[in-house]
């Protein structure tokens, strides 16, 4: 079992960084795929990004692309999510998501753990 808790959404004005964290329980957690969702309000959730369980393979939504960075660390049992020039239609609430060998990464359905969220609120 992996549990996963997210950490550090906050209020942010368009063009700022922030810097999300997933903290997981379970030693097993270094071996899966690790994976950034959100869903806006009255929206649909959506794929953010991932990383394989090495950290070699790094997916991203086109619409991140360039400024948000997926990174984790095996050592502290944490991944991160660091979003830079952020804009309004960031805002949403963050998720984080582990399976052991999702075949779609980009695919909600195939992640079996998930936290509860963070909230990311950007100002326009």
């Known amino acids: 079992q992996v549990q996963l808790v997210e950490s550090g959404g906050g209020l942010v004005q368009a063009g700022g960084s922030l810097k999300l964290a997933c903290a997981a329980s379970?030693?097993?957690?270094?071996?899966?795929?690790m994976a950034w969702f959100r869903q806006a309000p009255g929206k649909e959730r959506e794929f953010v990004a991932a990383i394989s369980w090495s950290g070699s393979r790094t997916y991203y939504a086109e619409s991140v692309k360039g400024r948000f960075t997926i990174s984790r660390d095996s050592a502290k049992n944490t991944g991160y999510l660091r979003m830079d020039s952020l804009k309004h239609e960031d805002t949403a609430v963050y998720y984080c998501?582990?399976?052991?060998?999702?075949?779609?990464?980009?695919?909600?359905?195939?992640?079996?753990?998930w936290g509860q969220g963070t909230k990311v609120t950007v100002s326009s």
């Open positions: 998501a582990a399976d052991s060998s999702p075949a779609d990464v980009r695919q909600g359905s195939r992640y079996d753990y």
């Open positions: 379970g030693r097993t957690f270094n071996t899966y795929t």
